[in-house]
């Protein structure tokens, strides 16, 4: 597979550097937890080896006159330093979009979000460990849906825009109120705070079962039912009457793609209490419709086409960067936040094969710090247990416990971790990497590109 210099950026992955400040950036980290601690050499060799199995992960992000573009990166990814979860320098990390570190028998993937989405990153992610433990332990791999073996040739779609497909196809997005957010005492900027939940797989999925819904469906519908509750004390609250749930979709299931780079939406899962509060059975039976509506492929295309035929208007594909980006950036600050009170996260159950499972012991997914939002909520379900990772930029965790005693009313008893397991990392200073690009003019033809 030849490899172009440079390529587009996705339709989805357009807001994230035109957003990015020293204090803000959408990153988020995965992590797995072995049997043993970390070689770091051995670490370092795997990642070597796994990249060029991920072509699309060796692109970094670069200015152009009329957009960002990903250009092709020439120099090895290393090993960094284990550090906490905020915005890194791009260039000072060898023009990588991601870190990746070790600390004890724990591995992290920090990721910005304009390189990948969740599914794309574990899939990287369990694809290095299982090289890792290929070379430390000699353990037998069998590559399949997580797993990628490094010795193949890339395939050619994996590296594809999957918004390509939706340009020139009629879209229109929904006309959506603000939302109420949960309040707190913001932290100082690169504060983080956390807290860790951990579930038996069965009993939340028999429970689920109990009450005809998913495992996602469930854990939404109580996250909203304990917002409701948090709302009630709010003097407030009647300014703004709708609480709402950012749920993300992978796309690629539902329109048979093999893309690893960005290919997702969202769908809002919402609670008008401007005519009273709902019982948690009410709300369930709301987030289950609701979800089930706004999935509908015919839905998901109409608000993918809308956002994709604004990047491919003429008009503003002829407006420089320098104006774009700032006026991107406005949009974001005063909006983008501004429809949904909370982002939850399911990247689902990942399994593995017998010779990689007997050496992972965890998996998590969590998210950074939001914009406007008081938080997140990220979960990933391995090895019989479902674990929830909240984070958040607020001191109180008021919504947090809350959500834990709601789940115990409902015979669902989880472990709770502060910090979570994610965000315990031993800190250190990593050495500034330069980017190595492909020689070239100048003024290269793609800094052209609209």
Same mark, same amino acid.
């Given at each position: ?37 970390? *070689? ?43 550090? *906490? ?22 591995? *992290? ?87 860790? &939940? ?5 009993? &939340? ?98 608000? =993918? ?10 008009? =503003? ?38 010779? &990689?499972?007997?050496?992972?012991? *965890? ?54 971790? &502060? ?32």
């Amino acid at each position: 597979m030849t490899l172009p210099e440079w390529t587009r950026l996705e339709n989805s992955a357009i807001i994230y550097p035109s957003c990015k400040t020293r204090k803000y950036a959408a990153v988020y980290r995965m992590s797995v937890t072995l049997d043993c601690n970390v *070689d770091e050499a051995t670490l370092d060799a795997s990642v070597k080896s796994v990249i060029k199995r991920f072509p699309s992960f060796r692109y970094t992000l670069r200015r152009g006159i009329f957009w960002w573009f990903l250009n092709r990166l020439e120099n090895d990814p290393a090993v960094c330093s284990s550090a *906490d979860l905020k915005p890194f320098d791009i260039k000072a990390n060898g023009g990588y979009m991601f870190k990746l570190s070790c600390t004890g028998a724990r591995i *992290d993937l920090d990721v910005f979000h304009a390189l990948t989405d969740g599914t794309g990153a574990m899939t990287f992610l369990l694809s290095v460990v299982a090289e890792y433990l290929k070379l430390s332990a000699g353990a037998k791999v069998q590559y399949g849906k997580w797993l990628f073996n490094p010795e193949e040739e890339p395939v050619e779609q994996e590296m594809e825009d999957g918004f390509d497909s939706f340009s020139g196809t009629k879209g229109s997005l929904d006309q959506e109120t603000p939302a109420w957010h949960i309040k707190g005492r913001d932290e100082k900027a690169g504060v983080l705070n956390s807290m860790g &939940v951990s579930i038996e797989l069965d009993q &939340v999925r028999a429970k689920a079962r109990e009450l005809d819904c998913t495992l996602t469906e469930l854990m939404s519908a109580v996250m909203l039912y304990s917002m409701q509750e948090l709302r009630s004390k709010d003097a407030s609250r009647r300014k703004k009457s709708s609480i709402r749930m950012e749920l993300p979709v992978n796309l690629r299931p539902i329109f048979g793609s093999s893309t690893l780079r960005n290919f997702s939406s969202y769908v809002y899962l919402g609670l008008d209490l401007s005519n009273g509060d709902y019982s948690l059975e009410d709300v369930l039976s709301e987030v289950k419709y609701q979800k089930r509506l706004f999935m509908q492929p015919a839905r998901l295309t109409r608000r =993918i086409a809308a956002n994709v035929s604004l990047e491919d208007n003429l008009a =503003i594909r002829c407006i420089p960067l320098f104006i774009k980006r700032p006026v991107i950036n406005i949009i974001n600050h005063m909006k983008g936040d501004k429809y949904a009170t909370y982002t939850f996260s399911n990247l689902g159950n990942i399994e593995l094969p017998e010779g &990689v499972r007997e050496h992972v012991k *965890d998996i998590h997914f969590i998210l950074g710090r939001t914009r406007k939002r008081s938080g997140s909520c990220a979960c990933v379900s391995y090895g019989g247990k479902l674990n929830l990772d909240f984070s958040r930029k607020i001191a109180e965790d008021d919504f947090e416990r809350i959500f834990v005693r709601n789940l115990r009313s409902l015979g669902i008893w989880a472990t709770v971790l &502060v910090p979570s397991v994610p965000l315990t990392p031993a800190r250190g200073y990593d050495k500034r990497m330069r980017p190595v690009y492909r020689g070239g003019s100048l003024i290269p033809k793609f800094l052209l590109t609209f």
